[in-house]
């Protein structure tokens, strides 16, 4: 399993975050997936849970970003007044 997930076309899933059209769903899922794999693989190697405080953070930066994808095009709209 591990063996699958470090040869992975990883370019490929860059092309597809970075290209912009994709639909918000598929770019939450592969956001939400790839958290999860992350997490499954620590688990895997028993290294000791995070703290309560960290989980709620990491929790909180993945709402977060979920809301910057769905949102996107108004965030860069109020970004472009800034920049």
């Not at 040869?7 to 790839?34: C, E, H, K």
């Not at 960290?54 to 860069?76: P, R, Y």
């Amino acid at each position: 399993m591990i063996h699958t997930i470090l040869n992975a076309p990883w370019s490929q899933f860059y092309d597809v975050m970075a290209d912009g059209q994709p639909p918000m769903i598929l770019r939450i899922l592969l956001v939400n997936t790839l958290f999860f794999i992350l997490f499954v693989v620590r688990r895997a190697r028993g290294v000791r849970a995070m703290r309560q405080s960290t989980a709620i953070k990491v929790q909180a930066l993945l709402v977060v970003s979920n809301m910057l994808i769905l949102f996107q095009s108004e965030v860069q709209q109020v970004l472009g007044r800034f920049i």
